[in-house]
């Protein structure tokens, strides 16, 4: 199936594809759960495979490894989701 960081990549730079409110499930380790943030409040460093950013409830920036990514939605509808084993996703 097709990597995380690639299905990023592509609803960020393909218009077509990109159209529509996106958001990504992570799991958060500190509170044992998936969470739900918008793409448009993640912040992508170009030269960076590995992770991005997003500013938190408290105004802290976070760094959250892709690897940690769970689920991808598209208007609420669950379009990619990694598999409970690690090296296993799924594209809806």
Known sequence: MV?????????????EFG????EIGYLDHLEERIIRV????????????????L???NGDIRTIPFHRVRE?????VLIW???LRASRTEQI
Do not use: C, M, T
Not at 3 to 15: G, K, Q, S, V
Not at 38 to 53: A, C, K
Not at 72 to 76: C, L
């Open 3 to 15: 990597p995380i960081h690639e299905l990023l990549a592509r609803i960020r730079w393909d218009r």
């Open 19 to 22: 159209q529509g409110h996106f």
């Open 38 to 53: 918008s793409l448009e409040d993640i912040i992508f460093d170009d030269g960076n495979q590995f992770s991005f950013q």
């Open 55 to 57: 500013q938190d409830s």
């Open 72 to 76: 991808v939605y598209r208007d609420d």
């Open 81 to 83: 989701k990694r598999s």
